[in-house]
């Protein structure tokens, strides 16, 4: 079950049974990223688990700081469940990164770059984790929050979902893989559509383009359905569909791009904080 925590920055982790069970594992920090996840786990043999990850910052629309990124690397790199859930607390799934911390980067193209680089690492262990990850998108999924979403095998969105890669607006870009993983997604066209205009889609059109799979009121199901499948076989289907060495060259391009647009528009990110 969702185990919100009213702490900010706080990533609740949570192992669920398909029946509906569950047990808190515990929690990363924002102030402690560094504490591993307990292994307190309740796995049976016959029931299957879920791991339900939630961003937990509803005040800042679960907006993901240094230290967020880096919890939410932990949690999902010390699953041993077959799956693995992401939710929001709160109205939004994710806004992306914490616009106070790419301030934070005064205009520094090196630090820029080290950022988009963590992001990128993060949606890699999303990508190749041994998991099946499944994002349940409620309200707003936008810039990195997107971006994460797409680093998962599974997308669904409940009927009230949008979603966005608003970056251009204040002249940069999502930089967490999002440029390698959006036009293989939806194509090209649709990618670039997005990504100029900077618009934000509902979860119809969401799901004509291929951005979701399905629209659900209730995600969690999707997962659950998921986890009552062998546990290999789950593992190695999304091995053999996730193969692709191209990948890094793609993202050190990416990252590096970002650092030089972070360095030539740090105002237009301060202005949009005022």
Known sequence: METPNPQTGVIDVTVETVDGGSDTTGRVDDNDAAEPVPSGRTRTETQPKVRTITFDRPEARNALTV???EALETAVDDADEPVVYLQGNGPAFCAGADLEAVADLDGDPERAD???RLGQRVARTIADSPAVVVAGIDGPARGGGLEVALACDVRVGTP???YGEPGVRFGLFGAWG??????????EGHALELGLTGRTVDAEEALRMGLISRIDAEPRSVAAAIATN??????TLKRRLRDDDERATQERREAAAFGELVAAHADDVENVLE
């Open 230 to 235: 062998a546990d290999d076989a789950l593992g």
């Open 160 to 162: 009230d979902s949008t």
């Open 178 to 187: 999002g440029t390698v993983r959006l036009p293989r997604i939806v194509g």
């Open 114 to 116: 080290a950022f988009a």
């Open 67 to 69: 230290e967020g990124l």
